[in-house]
């Protein structure tokens, strides 16, 4: 046989392997099982990924032929995606095996007329905002209640200072009579026991001894098949109970229940109201029957869903393998698969052969889409600073729009950090998460506050930042032991104003090396130091003072970086500057003229090899004047500079929707963050995680939550940050204008002075 043949033989094979296999995407708690199936002859090649979000972004680029969706995951895709990719078949639950996974529909008394208008002055019965047993997401939870109430406008209303929620239930309480509307109306609690509060009525059918948490009305005996706990049969109840002008808003598989089993004399008492305004009669058919004769809110099932080219090998494949849509049992690798991928038991495999598209397969969710869409409070404008942040900003924007957070979030890119808070600055963008390097600059610069502080790992002291003052250990030997001695040395600093250089401002203080009635921190370190670098100084993107001293001395060392042929000087605040960033700082520091360096001890050792340093030829110097007891980088937390968290969500001081931001921070924690990731989580995507495999987006992936900035209780770091920046602005606020300011401010008000002259002199 010649090479040729054997080379064709060879393509063959791969080319038949390649077809009859399948990449399926699935979730890290399967990935080292799933690649035992392979072992077991199963044609499956694994592909893990962080979350289903991420498998949407195999999908798209080919990457995964197959994976499996949630309900509100296939509304998703069919809103934003509504023609890329394939659906394969549906995944129902096997006692319930309707045409939709369930429907939300509304039940009023059958002599009921006016339409949805017709609501306005009724008792609603609601099975409350932390119904999970159905799936409902907020939209649909509210859906009603935005048809009917117009929740989603409020023209004559003043939104400034309020919350989404409280203009929510403002217009809800002033539309119905009375409600049970029971579980949290905000996900931050203190909003939410305002509203219960400042709004009781809608709680008043909750019964008696209730604290609007759930319904403890009497429910009389218990009926076979009719579980009275079940929050939809109690909402049913409530209307039962509270005659004539009430309604309730409850899934079509309980009203069944509730009419065919537990009340069924009472039907001819009660219909459905559609969208449109018409009624249903509650017939023996119509109750019989899995699919209501009208629906508010009617959800697709979750799907299989495969790349349109990889479609229908997919559907053949699926068939084969589960041939009656149920898990063939046995130990098999077929088994294993449904069993992680589909589910256990309870689950059906219905094949689509028409092999819909997203958007076809969810026309049933068919709502205004985001750009069109009304709201009370505007979209809160996030600023991302990369394409990868973008979009996955985007997923964000999708998917919290399609559970029915608000407000909505709108994203847009800037080319890097400053120009982002100074978008915020001036009104341009909203909000943003920084790392705390930046929180001295955006407060004292751009006069933004945080909204919330990061949390972070506990036990992993990476992820906090920690700043430590590093001298050459050569020096330790009688010259430098102290921070006196740093005086007329030569310092390196990752970013001028950034958070080593507001450390080291501090602990300058505290040793009184700095007066601290000096609050020029530009001259004050120029002016200490015989030569520096401190990349940005010379930007108007880090003034911190207005000044007249001349910064060029803090950057004296910066070199530019090789590849850059411009002059020998730079005060570049990024990667073109040699010196810039915490490894740019250790860099310097290598330099044989440079005495010390302030820098951030997470991934030292990195910056350590790369500018060929050993730790120990380093030693700290600590907070405390002493020098650490012994050479290297590991330093204790006594010997810090400091010791804070390592990022924050910044947003405008004095933003009037800034509790509207809070709380929407609050949503996207519960519904994406740390603990949602789960079973029940509607949208599994995770917002402190890597997205389509690229960290640190939006957030760092150090993060496991966010924590309100004033709550210093919760950590020794955040009660640090805030600390160190009390002590930074407490001079700022207390100082005698510098004389360049001065002058500056002499000047201004002869011109003022001025300026008021003429006016007068032109007005009389
Ligand atoms: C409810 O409506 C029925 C028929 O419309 C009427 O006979 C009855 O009196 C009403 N009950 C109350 C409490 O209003
Ligand atoms: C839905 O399917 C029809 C054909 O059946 C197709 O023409 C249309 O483009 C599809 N729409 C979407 C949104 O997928
Ligand atoms: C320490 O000081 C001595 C004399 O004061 C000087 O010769 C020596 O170069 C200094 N060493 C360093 C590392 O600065
Ligand atoms: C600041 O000083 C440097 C050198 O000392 C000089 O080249 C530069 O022109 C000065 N800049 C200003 C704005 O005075
Ligand atoms: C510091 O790290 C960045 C990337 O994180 C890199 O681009 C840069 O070249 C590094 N600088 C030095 C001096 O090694
Ligand atoms: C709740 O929201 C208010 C208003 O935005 C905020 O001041 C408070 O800190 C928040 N509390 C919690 C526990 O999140």
């Known amino acids: ?246 309604f309730a808003y409850v899934a079509w598989q309980h009203v069944r229940t509730y009419f065919n089993v537990r009340n069924p004399r009472i039907r001819g008492s009660y219909a459905l109201l559609c969208e449109d305004g018409s009624l249903r009669p509650l017939t023996v058919e119509a109750t019989n029957s899995n699919i209501s004769p009208c629906s508010f809110v009617r959800q697709p099932w979750s799907a299989v869903v495969a790349t349109t080219t990889r479609a229908s090998d997919v559907s053949a494949a699926l068939k084969t393998w589960w041939p009656t849509g149920t898990n063939p049992g046995g130990v098999s690798w077929q088994s294993s698969l449904y069993n992680n991928l589909i589910g256990g038991a309870l689950s059906i495999i219905s094949f689509e052969d028409s092999l819909p598209g997203p958007g076809n397969y969810s026309q049933s969710r068919n709502f205004t889409a985001i750009d069109a869409s009304s709201s009370c409070i505007p979209a809160r404008r996030w600023c991302t600073i990369s394409n990868e942040e973008h979009n996955k900003c985007s997923w964000v924007r999708a998917s919290a729009y399609t559970l029915g957070i608000e407000p909505t979030i709108s994203c847009q890119m800037r080319n890097n950090i400053f120009e982002c808070l100074s978008d915020i600055k001036d009104n341009a963008a909203d909000f943003i998460a920084t790392p705390s390097n930046y929180g001295y600059l955006s407060r004292q610069h751009y006069k933004l506050s945080a909204v919330k502080l990061v949390q972070n790992l506990r036990g992993n002291p990476n992820s906090f930042s920690r700043v430590a003052a590093f001298v050459k250990e050569s020096a330790t030997q009688g010259n430098i032991t102290r921070f006196e001695n740093l005086r007329g040395k030569k310092a390196c600093f990752p970013e001028f104003g950034g958070i080593s250089y507001v450390a080291f401002l501090r602990t300058a203080h505290e040793r009184s090396i ?85 820098v951030e001890l997470d991934g030292i050792q990195a910056h350590l090899d790369a500018a060929k340093l050993q730790a120990s030829d380093l030693r700290a110097l600590c907070r405390d004047n002493t020098l650490a007891p012994s050479a290297g980088v590991q330093v204790p937390d006594s010997c810090l500079l400091a010791s804070v968290v390592d990022s924050e969500v910044l947003a405008r001081r004095n933003d009037p929707l800034a509790n509207s931001l809070n709380v929407l921070l609050d949503n996207l924690d519960s519904y994406f963050g740390y603990n949602a990731a789960n079973a029940k989580q509607l949208i599994n995507l995770e917002i402190y995680s890597p997205f389509d495999k690229v960290s640190d987006l939006l957030f760092r992936n150090t993060a496991i939550g966010l924590t309100e900035p004033s709550d210093n209780a919760i950590n020794a770091e955040a009660r640090n940050y805030n600390e160190l920046f009390r002590h930074l602005e407490s001079c700022t606020g207390s100082t005698p204008p510098l004389p360049g300011l001065a002058t500056k401010n002499f000047f201004s008000l002869v011109t003022l002075l001025g300026t008021a002259l003429i006016t007068r002199f032109v007005l009389y």
């Open 1 to 246: 046989m010649g090479w040729k043949k054997i080379l064709l033989a060879v393509t063959l094979i791969a080319g038949v392997t390649a077809q009859n296999e399948f990449r399926v995407c699935v979730p890290p708690s399967f990935a080292s099982q799933c690649q035992g199936l392979q072992s077991l002859g199963s044609p499956i090649i694994c592909d893990t990924v962080e979350s289903r979000l991420d498998c949407i972004m195999r999908l798209n680029r080919g990457d995964s032929d197959f994976g499996v969706f949630s309900e509100e995951e296939m509304v998703l895709m069919g809103h934003n995606q509504p023609n890329d990719n394939r659906v394969v078949a549906s995944i129902k639950d096997i006692l319930s095996n309707g045409s939709y996974a369930f429907e939300a529909v509304a039940v009023v008394p059958a002599s009921h007329t006016g339409g949805l208008e017709g609501l306005r002055g009724m008792k609603y019965c609601h099975p409350g905002l932390d119904e999970t047993e159905a799936r409902w997401s907020p939209r649909v939870l509210k859906t009603l209640e935005r048809a009917a109430a117009r929740t989603d406008r409020c023209p004559d209303m003043d939104t400034n200072g309020k919350t989404a929620e409280e203009i929510e239930v403002q217009t809800l309480n002033s539309f119905f009579g009375a409600a049970c509307r029971p579980g949290p109306w905000s996900a931050n609690s203190s909003v939410d026991a305002d509203l219960k509060s400042r709004f009781p009525n809608l709680c008043s059918l909750c019964g008696s001894n209730g604290d609007c948490s759930k319904y403890s009305i009497d429910m009389g005996p218990n009926i076979a098949n009719v579980d009275n706990n079940n929050r939809h049969i109690q909402a049913l109840e409530c209307m039962r109970s509270n005659e004539n002008n009430t």
């Open 514 to 598: 700095i007066s601290s009635s000096d609050c020029d921190y530009a001259r004050a370190v120029g002016e200490f130091f015989d030569g520096a670098c401190a990349p940005g100084a010379l930007a108007a993107s880090h003034e911190i003072v207005q000044s007249s001293y001349n910064a060029t001395n803090l950057c004296s060392l910066c070199k530019p970086a090789v590849n850059v042929n411009d002059s020998n000087f730079t005060c570049a605040f990024d990667y073109t500057n040699m010196y810039y960033g915490n490894n740019g700082s250790i860099n310097c520091l290598a330099d044989p003229t440079t005495d010390v360096a302030f």
